[in-house]
């Protein structure tokens, strides 16, 4: 059994397979780890990409359709065999430099879930920066969970915590607050962020309004 597994989900990110799986490689080196890609009914190259890395530290679960994160997410979580998990996106935004320091802080402070926290964004203002901005003030007003940003997909959890979460619709940008009710103990970190240099963005002014109808739903 891996100590670390790092859950991606993917969607049509063909072109940014190769080098994120080169960055993971060398930020990790040594580590035990796998890396667990999740398709999520990509129409593109994404899968054949995948396949053509020739390493036993990947393994692929693809999805029949485009399910969304939040299910694509749970799939990942169920097969991960590590101790720790990591989630991350998989279009190079979030960096693997920050998984080793943040796995430390997790394992010297005893923390259950470290998440990342998107310092200096590198997205567009209309499209990502405003959306998440209002839904972040909506989940810390609605739930008295004060996160800083819970749009940020890297995190390090604790298995068990993990594995409990039960993750649907639209869930994932709730991980904090779903952790929290369940007595999980949370800290934040600065992380890095990067701007997209392949493909296309998937969020946009609507993923609020779904964010909205699932928190009435969960409260």
């Not at 101790?83 to 997790?106: C, F, H, R, S, W």
């Not at 979460?165 to 904090?176: C, K, T, V």
Request: aromatic letters at 6%.
């Amino acid at each position: 059994m891996p100590k670390l597994s790092i859950v991606i989900c993917v969607y049509n990110e063909e072109k940014n397979i190769r080098p994120l799986v080169e960055q993971i490689f060398q930020a990790l080196g040594e580590e035990d780890y796998e890396i667990i890609y999740v398709d999520d009914g990509s129409t593109d190259q994404t899968v054949a990409e995948i396949n053509a890395i020739n390493s036993k530290r990947i393994r692929l679960v693809r999805l029949s359709t485009n399910y969304g994160q939040s299910p694509a997410l749970a799939a990942g979580i169920a097969e991960a065999r590590g101790e720790y998990l990591v989630t991350m996106d998989g279009d190079l935004q979030n960096d693997p430099l920050d998984i080793p320091m943040m796995l430390k802080i997790a394992e010297e402070g005893g923390w259950d879930i470290v998440a990342g926290v998107r310092a200096n964004r590198r997205d567009g203002m209309i499209l990502r920066k405003i959306p998440s901005k209002i839904a972040n003030a909506i989940i810390r007003k609605s739930t008295g969970v004060r996160m800083k940003d819970y749009g940020c997909t890297l995190k390090v959890f604790r298995s068990p915590i993990a594995k409990g979460l039960g993750l649907y619709g639209e869930l994932h940008r709730f991980i904090p607050v779903l952790a929290s009710f369940d007595g999980a103990t949370i800290t934040q970190v600065d992380v890095r962020h990067h701007s997209r240099k392949f493909g296309a963005s998937k969020y946009g002014i609507n993923r609020t309004l779904k964010v909205v109808s699932d928190l009435l739903l969960m409260l």
